[in-house]
């Protein structure tokens, strides 16, 4: 034991003697597995993590590709009328939900905010399992055709708009000229899937019928990019399975409420399915991948410096003790390869 701390004792001395060794091997060490605890994080939560909804492994949003008569596509966004046609018509999905964004002021407070809005079908908030702070989320009384004023409101916008009144459900939200009732505030720990546009926080809900776009209802020509349909597909189907069956109900309709326009002969539409984490995550996934490769590579690097350094330390003792031996140095007890 004696022995173990002397070596310990003329370790530590040396290494007081050798402050730039010691410091380029702990700046080494300490920025290169911080890189890697950072991106394994990073990859933990965009890639193993599951997304905040039940059944997320069910959830899919459905891609609208419309393609030219070479078979190129041409878009990928819905029309009015046909997302509606989807909607009331596919066998595929035990839930379906109708997303639109878009942004309106709020005109009924004096400081006339502007916020991120969102118009949904009842399921949306049932398909995410959302919790409610108070109040209730939108249900059959405010489904499509119903057009009943009523508005769910984030928690943030509560909080900073409202100063989280507790009289809230009694009040009224007034945008685009129209006076809405709130019915209920969602939960604080209510996730927002960023399926659209990344950092999107929408302030205010309202049912399908108010959103931005109903005046393309009978346009089958025109498309909108802010149009979302999500869906949790039934247990007994594949995502393929589904695209197939999709793909002819889409696009056999579109095709003859288009025959009139020549413009659009020859083309088609094809369904596709991409998983909400997916649509959510996008590639991060390749980028997380990628910046596992480069760090795990930087940190094998790392390691192969200071291995060479603590070699040329080790060269250097080795040289030391070599001189001491020619000028008649008795020989002593084995230490540590870290003394000097």
Known sequence: ?????????????????KVGFVSTVVITMGTTLGALLCILTLGYLLIVEPLPYPEQEKLYKVNHAIGDKSGETNATAFTYPGLIHLYKNQQVFDKTALIQYGEDVLTSLPSQPTLSTGYVT??????????MQMGRSFEETEALDTFNPVAVISYKTWQDEFASATDMLDKK???????????????????????KQTGRDVGMWFPWDYNL??????????????????????????????????????????????ASIPFFSGWSVNVELESLQTAIVGDSQNTVYK???????????????IANLFMSRTAEQ????AIYAALGAKKIPPVSWLTG
């Open 1 to 17: 034991m004696s022995q173990l701390l002397y070596q310990q004792k003329q370790a530590w001395m040396s290494l007081k003697k």
């Open 173 to 195: 939200v007034s945008f685009s000229g129209v006076s809405f009732r709130v019915i209920g505030v969602l939960g604080e720990n209510f996730v927002e899937p960023q399926i």
């Open 213 to 258: 776009d109903v005046r393309m209802k009978e346009r089958w020509g025109n498309i909108s990019g802010a149009l979302t349909f999500v869906g949790k597909l039934k247990e007994s189907l594949t995502a393929a399975q589904a695209e197939q069956i999709l793909t002819p109900l889409v696009s056999d309709t579109w095709v003859e409420n288009v």
């Open 291 to 305: 910046l596992l490769a480069g760090v795990f590579g930087l940190v094998l690097i790392a390691f192969a410096n």
């Open 318 to 321: 080795q040289r030391q003790l």
């Open 122 to 131: 009842p399921e949306w908030f049932a398909l995410l399992g959302a919790k």
